[in-house]
């Protein structure tokens, strides 16, 4: 079928780069991004994603990796990887343009035998329905499955996660015919040291992703809705889950917020086609909207305890602990809250920066300078400086530690407060 695999992947982001640079150690890789200011930073070894170093970077550059924003330089290639982003619209229902987009730009270069493959996120269904006709609308006399083929490989790279990275997980490939599934095989072979697992059809890939997300979402929202529970019996959801985790099959799913750019987003592709397919996706919103009140929920707590006015300084402001990320961050609505509560905020965070917040020098704060401090994303950097945070807050201040994560004993003159 493809004899030398020249490859391209399309989309540079958090799984588009560490996947190019995965395969580059095997296949000469093309890296395409529509962003120029990413392509920039790549070639110059810089990703603000901060999944590759720059001295990886710069040794791949050096050999098998190309970058690239003109969609021309892809025009030798066979196989194409799509990675771009599968957001939602403001009504929560997916926003396919980024991937029609690519599917536009990959269809101008399509010739008879190349192979598509999706990384995206998507419901069951769509690479086929949406994706593969769109493939075929500038390619004149070329049919999806006949002349050119295609593949699906769910990406579960989980950003920030050292241990469980892209060269050691359990893949799943699929493609429309057992010559395509092969090539994945092939390919996916050399990107992992995990098991390769080959899913009956690319529509059974597509869900088997999807689903994993939302049964995360669904989890956190049940621990969430105990979290609330808990709160007005005073009782800390920590303090639950330690005991209850005792059981040999007690599920450990902490609290929390959940943003960023899967665990909140793909529960909505996933309700989308069961609305099409006259499903009512009862648990699957439900347990988003759970997820998304608790935000608001938290913010109130805090806002409960505090005096009108308090100085407060609020730690964290990406989705997740120990990613620059902050798609999605739902830091950013407990902020505007408080806000709005009149509270006077500093901001802090060592990865993320908003163009709306001033970020704080930490180390330029005086001791006993806020009313509550808010560790709302344990990243690491906290944690180790803990002892330079707490003395930020004045005698008898509150300290909400949205995690649970610190340690705070009677002697130190810190009102403590958790889920
Ligand atoms: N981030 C994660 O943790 C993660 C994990 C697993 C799966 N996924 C899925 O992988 C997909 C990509 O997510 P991501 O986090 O890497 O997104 P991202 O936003 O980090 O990166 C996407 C990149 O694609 C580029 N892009 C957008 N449209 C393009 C186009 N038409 N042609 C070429 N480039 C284009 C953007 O400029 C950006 O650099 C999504 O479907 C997501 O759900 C993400």
């Not at 201040?397 to 130190?412: L, N, Q």
Request: aromatic share 8%; with cysteine; net charge positive.
């Amino acid at each position: 079928m493809i004899k030398e695999k020249k490859i391209a992947v399309l989309g540079l982001g958090y799984v588009g780069l560490p996947l190019a640079v995965g395969l580059c150690s095997s296949y000469k890789i093309i890296g395409f991004d529509i962003s120029l200011d990413r392509v920039s930073q790549l070639l110059k070894g810089i990703d603000k994603t901060l999944e590759v170093k720059e001295t990886k970077l710069r040794r791949c550059l050096k050999t098998k990796l190309s970058i690239t924003n003109n969609f021309r330089d892809l025009e030798n290639c066979n196989i194409f990887i799509a990675t771009v982003p599968t957001p939602i619209t403001k009504k929560c229902t997916p926003d396919f343009k980024p991937l029609k987009d690519v599917c536009k730009t990959i269809s101008r270069l399509l010739k008879k035998n190349d192979i598509v493959i999706f990384e995206s996120t998507v419901y069951p269904g769509a690479t086929e329905e949406i994706c593969a006709p769109i493939l075929e609308e500038n390619v004149k006399n070329l049919k999806s499955g006949k002349d050119f083929f295609l593949g699906y490989s769910p990406e579960r790279v989980n950003p920030g996660d050292r241990v469980h990275s892209i060269d050691k997980i359990d893949k799943v490939i699929s493609g429309q015919n057992k010559k395509v599934e092969k090539v994945l095989f092939e390919i996916y072979s050399k990107l992992t040291k995990g098991k390769i697992f080959l899913a009956k059809n690319i529509k059974v890939a597509e869900a088997s992703k999807v689903i994993e997300n939302s049964q995360r979402d669904i989890n956190i929202a049940f621990i969430n809705e105990v979290a609330k529970i808990c709160n007005k019996l005073q009782i800390s959801i920590y303090d639950v889950l330690d005991a209850s985790s005792t059981k040999w099959n007690f599920l450990k799913f902490q609290p929390g917020l959940v943003g960023g750019h899967c665990i909140g987003v793909d529960p909505y592709y996933l309700a989308h086609k069961s609305s099409k397919l006259k499903i009512d996706p009862i648990v699957i919103l439900s347990g988003r909207k759970t997820n998304d009140e608790m935000p608001a929920f938290i913010a109130k707590r805090i806002d409960e305890k505090l005096k009108r006015k308090s100085k407060i300084l609020f730690l964290g402001l990406t989705f997740k602990e120990d990613v620059p990320d902050l798609r999605n961050s739902k830091s950013l609505e407990i902020i505007s809250f408080l806000q709005k509560k009149f509270h006077i905020i500093k901001h802090h965070d060592p990865y993320g920066k908003t163009n709306d917040l001033q970020l704080e020098n930490l180390t330029k704060i005086k001791n006993n300078s806020f009313d509550a401090l808010i560790l709302a994303v344990p990243h690491k950097y906290y944690l180790k400086r803990m002892v330079f945070i707490k003395s930020l807050l004045k005698p008898n201040g509150i300290f909400f530690d949205i995690k649970g994560k610190v340690d705070v004993k009677r002697d130190e003159n810190i009102t403590y407060w958790t889920l």
